[in-house]
């Protein structure tokens, strides 16, 4: 008798221990939407179990809400899905015409295939250098000793859109709206390097650029800001230009890099692989270009007679771990764009974000109009997602064999496993937390339209949150 009251007392402790979860989450989210920073605000929390995809807690689970950058949270499982454990792009170098006595007598191609971490500072095997000498390593294997041709980085995998229709003319010059390219080189950055003026409101110097840039003009209208007052540096540029303004203040006590966008990296990199050439001694008769460029004059190159090196990118769940602790909006956008070429779909922006809510529509019956998105990572103030379509995509992950790496890649706020997103007026938290019940838990938590500082909301959210441990 007394073994079979046990489990009976169990069950009924986890019974309350749920029903008291669900009361404190009540409780708390009704002082939270309260709270005069939601005024003229909306907000929306999901809480399942992370066993069972009960739902625990949900208000306004249904609302379309912006995301910001928990959105990047489902196009990583969208993309490990898709693409696989494993996957790595891989970026060509070959030649077409013919090689007779060293002499090539064509052109010199790489061909992107949408690796967001080529030339990246992140990993030891993509740096510039490494990359660059190893290129050179291979014409020299192959016999190249003089080029009569062009060196050319084919860019057309993605198209020619770099940018989602959604992104807004403030952000698109600033690193973290570096446009997305089949042909990606050192992340689409430049870093910048002021020198402030002697008091606040002179003029700032321009003193450096890393790296430099041939034919890219760069006008600096930025002044000195009071002391503590940060990088207000701000950048405007568009997708393949060659001029880009920098506004805005720079604290005359900061002593920081600014990131840009590069407006044409796989230009860039043509222009640096040539360099490298000829300061092996590898003379090219011809011009540095790509794929886009030469499709402007309904041009196209050759097909390749030769490839002489194949690069591998670090894996999938290498990309996916900075992705998420960085917020990487470039490698978020190339790993749907990505994902959507291996489904069967281009690498438009349109199809991708198409393939993504197809995805969890067909997997699990997730209305389409709960993942209304322009693009992969949240950066477009138009997308629009529901907090029980997020949560319940975390919770099926659980069951993924990927799922470790996945969960490992994000990052901890508030001693929570947890991403964050945030544009103007937009705070969101999702992640996964276990009561101190014991009860695991999947979240979704989305702020839209609040008022007041950014700082004040995010600590009553984790407030909030807190009533999960």
């Known amino acids: 008798m007394k073994s079979c009251f046990l489990p009976l007392l169990l069950l009924v402790s986890q019974i309350v221990a749920g029903q008291t979860l669900k009361e404190k989450i009540s409780e708390a989210y009704l002082r939270y939407e309260r709270d005069s920073q939601l005024q003229y605000g909306l907000s929306s929390l999901t809480v399942l179990h992370a066993e069972t995809g009960e739902v625990i807690f949900s208000k306004n689970g249904s609302t379309g809400l912006a995301p910001a950058s928990t959105l990047k949270t489902i196009t990583s499982i969208t993309g490990y899905s898709l693409l696989k454990p494993g996957y790595q792009w891989e970026t060509s170098l070959g030649y077409n015409g013919t ?67 959604g992104w807004t003319w403030g952000d698109m010059g600033n690193y973290y709206g570096a446009g997305s390219t089949a042909m990606t080189w050192r992340e689409n950055e430049i870093g910048v390097n002021f020198t402030p003026g002697s008091r606040s409101g002179a003029t700032t110097t321009l003193r450096s650029t890393d790296p430099q840039v041939p034919g890219v003009r760069i006008v600096n209208e930025v002044i000195t800001g009071h002391p503590g007052s940060g990088d207000h540096v701000y950048a405007y540029s568009a997708p393949f230009g060659d001029i880009i303004y920098l506004r805005g203040t720079y604290g005359i006590d900061l002593k920081k890099q600014i990131k840009i966008s590069m407006p044409d990296p796989a230009l860039f990199l043509a222009q640096e692989l040539r360099a490298q050439l000829s300061k092996a001694g590898i003379p090219v008769t011809g011009t540095v270009t790509t794929a886009r460029k ?10 390749l007679s030769a ?39 281009t690498g438009s922006f349109d199809d991708a974000t198409k393939t993504l809510a197809s995805y969890w529509d067909k997997k699990l019956g997730i209305d389409k109009n709960a993942i209304s998105i322009l693009d992969g990572s949240g950066l477009s103030p138009e997308n629009r997602v529901t907090t029980l379509a997020m949560a319940t995509i975390l ?3 659980r069951s993924e064999e990927w799922f470790p790496q996945f969960y490992e890649s994000l990052p901890l706020y508030n001693n929570m496993k947890m991403k964050s997103g945030s544009i103007r007026r937009v705070l969101a938290y999702t992640g996964y937390h276990k009561s101190a019940a014991g009860i695991p838990l999947v979240f979704s938590f989305i702020t839209n339209n609040y008022s007041g500082g950014s700082s004040a909301i995010r600590q009553k959210m984790f407030k909030m949150l807190d009533t999960l441990k």
């Open 307 to 345: 490839i002489i090196d194949r690069y591998q990118s670090p894996d999938i769940s290498r990309i996916v771990y900075w992705l998420n602790q960085k917020s990487l909006n470039l490698y978020t956008e190339n790993l749907l764009r990505t994902a959507s070429i291996a489904s069967g779909r």
């Open 99 to 165: 090689l007779s006595g060293g002499v090539l007598s064509g052109d010199l191609i790489i061909k992107g295939n949408g690796d967001p971490s080529l030339g990246s500072s992140r990993y030891q095997e993509t740096q510039p250098a490494i990359l660059l000498a190893r290129w050179l390593d291979a014409a020299k294997k192959a016999g190249i000793n003089k080029i009569n041709g062009d060196i050319i980085a084919d860019d057309l995998l993605f198209g020619t859109q770099t940018l989602s229709d």
């Open 395 to 397: 919770y099926s992950a």
């Open 294 to 303: 030469l499709a402007l004059d309904q041009k196209s190159p050759k097909a």
